[in-house]
């Protein structure tokens, strides 16, 4: 069993391995839940997490700090930054006699900051303020909410009336002008015909 144990550990080290260890870390899976999805005991996990620095650095990618890091991240676009951008050439420069075969150049360069990356943060961190479409929320109690839905037939090759009229209405109210059939709201009146059918 040791054996077989070993030998199944030589994919879990290949990089496909390693990043579907590191998924299942990243998604909150407890050691429990990726030996089992490994098709180990947890004992052997915690084993080959001891011996292969690897696995336990996969394991050890969690959740939470991929969300610090991409938060992180986000911070820094929506805020703007400076890089340095290093440009590297072959070619010959002389300095002081000498010659110089390959050049190096350090710019150091302005990224403005990010519109969307700023938007994305005011919208989920201050959003009493900055929230979308924080105007156009309506609180609705249960006297506004009394909507009626009626479907009415229209004439159907040439005719000039009107067959059938059904009237759904919520909680029960204007009871007088409700059917009991269209209480369901499954009802279809039995000469409404699907245009599929035809």
């Known amino acids: 069993m040791g054996m077989e144990n070993e030998s199944k550990v030589d994919y879990w080290l290949t990089e496909d391995g390693l990043t579907l260890i590191k998924a299942w870390a990243r ?25 292969y620095p690897e696995i336990a650095e ?30 590297v050439t072959l070619g010959k420069k002389i300095v002081n006699g000498e010659v110089f075969e390959v050049l190096k150049e350090t710019t150091t360069k302005e990224v403005a900051p990010n519109v969307t990356a700023c938007a994305i943060w005011l919208n989920n961190r201050k959003f ?49 002008e409700q059917v009991d059939k269209t209480q369901d709201k499954d009802y279809w009146p039995e000469d409404w015909e699907d245009e599929d059918d035809d």
């Open 27 to 51: 998604d909150g899976c407890f050691m429990e839940e990726i030996a089992q999805r490994i098709g180990v005991a947890r004992y052997t996990l915690s084993k080959w997490r001891k011996k």
């Open 58 to 87: 996969a394991i050890n990618t969690s959740k939470e700090l991929v969300d610090y890091k991409v938060e992180n991240a986000l911070l820094k676009a929506a805020l703007g930054y400076t890089t340095k951008e290093i440009k």
């Open 128 to 176: 009493d303020k900055w929230k979308r479409n924080r105007d156009k929320v309506i609180d609705l109690n249960e006297e506004d909410s009394n909507v009626s839905i009626t479907i009415v037939r229209g004439p159907k090759n040439g005719e000039d009336n009107v067959n059938q009229e059904v009237k759904f209405t919520p909680n029960g109210k204007d009871k007088e």
